[in-house]
């Protein structure tokens, strides 16, 4: 509840944004890019927007990760992600995930329904 909480306090009106994948970028859960002349350098997390709430989506996706043990279809998406990558780096991407469905879920005003 907390991490829907300041999530819906960050984002405030989901209306201003055109499309639900453009969340990841507002809460810098995107890789920084570093481009000039020859050079094309992609880094970690760009960390810009709310601290608070990229924290706690972290955090909702490692213990989706790590502790959940029930079968969920996101829980597999980030774990073939992790098998391919490393772990950090499917946290990272759950959490945008997680972003981008409830950026949806709060436009339309839906609930969540695990499939």
């Known amino acids: ?4 909480l300041a999530f819906t306090a960050a984002v405030d009106d989901p209306e201003r944004f055109r499309r639900s994948r453009d969340i ?3 809460l810098g859960l995107v890789p920084r ?3 000039s002349g020859e050079v094309d ?3 970690s997390i760009s ?3 709310d601290r608070r709430t990229r924290s706690l989506l972290y955090e909702s996706a490692n213990v989706m ?17 992790a098998a391919r990558s490393t772990m950090r780096k499917a946290r990272i991407a759950l959490a945008r995930r997680l ?4 950026h949806a879920m709060l436009r339309h005003g839906t609930e969540f329904k695990p499939a």
Do not use: E, F
Request: charged letters at 20%; a positive charge; glycine letters at 10%.
């Open 1 to 4: 509840k907390l991490t829907a």
């Open 24 to 26: 990841g970028a507002y």
């Open 33 to 35: 890019r570093y481009q």
């Open 41 to 43: 350098y992609t880094g």
């Open 47 to 49: 960390k810009c927007g």
């Open 65 to 81: 990760l790590t502790r959940y043990k029930g079968p969920l279809k996101l829980k597999d998406w980030a774990l073939a992600i």
């Open 99 to 102: 972003a981008i469905i409830m």
